[in-house]
């Protein structure tokens, strides 16, 4: 199933007003259960992180967490990064009329090919891993750009049904992923070959979190797959389902899983 026309076609809409960009921005922290999960994570790492942090977005897409970040962290430099060159203009045009062009920047480029030596201290990207063939030398690119005592943040399925791929006889939900989830294991020994240590692994989309996921993404998704109309009455859909997922996810995020369809992985260099 096609999601990047999906996330276009959003974006075109929202991109109208400042208003509209920023009710995205809300609706996405709602929504979105790994959004509930990612700032929990930032909130923790950024006691410890200088005030005046250079902070790369890997992966950008609508900038929700550049966003959130410049909101909350006000010091930070950020820079955020996207092989779509339309979402890389929508943000930089949202962002100057915001008036915060002056700390956070965006440009298209692709992470196979990320520049930079010990130039940020928080490096952050949101399933971005489960689209890239080549994420050992990604991850070898986020090693190289880390300061000493930097820290990476990566949500991405797991492969305990991330990319709701439950056995080997089924594809990914999402037909522009190249992988239907992480190990473990996995990860943390492609993040050790790059040089990093300390890595932490914990999963996330839980059975709440699960339940969560396919009520306020899966079918909505499958829904305007079928047909464009169904943003006609996407509203009405979440009036009625959005307070479900809304208690579901504040069980998810703050609960402990066993095993999950999600991981949240933190690291140090």
Same mark, same amino acid.
């Given at each position: ?76 430099? *950020? !820079? ?8 890389? @203009? ?6 100057? $009329? /915001? #008036? ?87 990860? *943390? !020994? ?8 300390? @890595? ?6 839980? $059975? /709440? #979190? ?60």
């Amino acid at each position: 199933m096609q999601y990047e026309p999906i996330k276009s076609s959003l974006g075109r809409f929202f991109r109208r007003s400042l208003f509209l960009k920023k009710i995205l921005y809300f609706l996405l922290d709602l929504l979105l259960l790994r959004s509930w999960h990612v700032r929990k994570t930032i909130q923790r790492f950024a006691v410890g992180l200088p005030n005046d942090s250079t902070v790369l977005d890997a992966g950008s897409g609508f900038g929700q967490y550049s966003w959130r970040m410049s909101s909350h962290f006000p010091g930070w430099k *950020i !820079k955020g990064i996207d092989i779509n060159k339309e979402w890389v @203009a929508e943000c930089n045009e949202f962002f100057s $009329k /915001a #008036g915060r062009s002056d700390r956070v920047t965006f440009e298209t480029g692709d992470l196979t090919h990320l520049a930079g030596t010990n130039s940020y201290n928080l490096i952050l990207t949101v399933d971005v891993m489960e689209h890239i063939e080549a994420d050992e030398k990604v991850f070898s690119n986020f090693h190289r750009a880390l300061r000493d005592d930097g820290v990476l943040i990566i949500s991405t399925p797991s492969d305990k049904g991330g990319s709701d791929v439950h056995n080997h006889n089924e594809s990914s939900f999402i037909d522009e992923h190249v992988r239907d989830g992480y190990g473990k294991e996995e990860i *943390i !020994k492609k993040l050790a070959d790059a040089g990093f240590r300390s @890595a932490d692994v914990r999963y996330t989309y839980g $059975k /709440a #979190g699960g339940i969560s996921w396919i009520l306020s993404m899966k079918y909505p998704v499958k829904m305007i797959n079928a047909s464009k109309l169904f943003f006609i009455i996407l509203p009405f859909y979440y009036l009625i389902f959005f307070p479900v997922s809304f208690l579901l996810n504040i069980i998810d995020v703050n609960s402990k899983h066993e095993s999950g369809t999600g991981l949240l992985v933190t690291a140090r260099k």
